[in-house]
Structures are given as C-alpha cells and as structure tokens.
C-alpha cells in the first residue's frame, strides 16, 4: 500500500491504496465518490472523467500516485465549488442537464457534465461545433446528444441573459 495525498474538491485527503491503482479506483474504492463511473477502464467511453486543474482527464488513465499535487473535482464537487464562489443551487451545468431532459440512465452524465464545466470556464460562449468537440471523448448510449447539446448551450443562454 501506498499513501497518497490528494487534492480532491477542495479537500486535502490522506488515502492508503495498491501503487498500481488508477485515480479511478482510488476515487471509488477508497474514498467512496462513486460519481465517477467505471466504464471501459481503457479511455474510450468518457465516464471516469474528472477535472484535473480544470481540465477533463480520464480517471481510468492516471495512476492515483500520479495525482498528488493537482486539484481533482469530482462530480462530486461540482455543486460545492459553484456555491463556494457564490451561487446558488446546483452548478449550472447540473441544472441545465435536468431542465434539459439530458440526463437518462445518468452512467455519463458525470463526465459529460465535467468536460462541459471545463469548456464553459475556458470558453464562456462556444459554438456548437466546439461544444461537440469538448463532449467528443465523452460516449452516451441512451440518447441521440441532441438534449445534451442544447444543456450547455442553455448554460451559455443563461450566462449572457438570453431566453432559451
């Protein structure tokens, strides 16, 4: 086993894991945020997507020792963070997910809710096209996209005043 110190919504954790575990496995098995789901455990499917230092990383991928030092939000942490820097409610992507009727089976809806988090904090106001490639690595097997594309674009609505 091996000690780990890491960074996870905010909170400076101590968490004892095998050194062969991903972020993924210590997120779940360890510390019991199971919000990051363990889909293909190879890249391909988008569902253990964190942010690491706000970008979307896939937790599948990164061994857990190779975390310490960086900032990891979970879905978890994503309601947190927004009232922590003065909102209200869910974070607004959260809420445009369910105002939207994006979410189905819900298995994705982490990651794609925080690869679309990280794109509205870089590019406050994205074109469809740099929405579909933000959610690219991010796979949905319930639903067409359409409801998911029109959630961040409800973000982006929102945050200039516009009506829906």
Known sequence: MHVLT???NGDCLKVAAPAHW???????YELGLTGSKQGCDKGDCGAC?????????????????LAEGYEITTIEGLMPAHLCAGGEGADPVQDAFDRCGALQCGFCQPGMMLSA??????NPSP????????LSGN????????QI?????SCVADAVGEDR
Do not use: H
């Open 139 to 146: 796979l949905c097997r319930c639903t067409g996209y359409t």
């Open 127 to 134: 074109t469809r096209s740099e929405i579909n490639q933000a």
């Open 149 to 153: 594309l029109q959630a961040v674009e």
């Open 22 to 28: 991903t972020l993924l496995e210590v997120l779940r």
């Open 49 to 65: 997507t964190v942010l690491v230092d706000g970008k979307p990383r896939l937790s599948c991928l990164v061994l857990g020792s």
């Open 6 to 8: 890491l960074r996870i």
């Open 117 to 122: 988090r990280a794109l509205l904090n870089e």
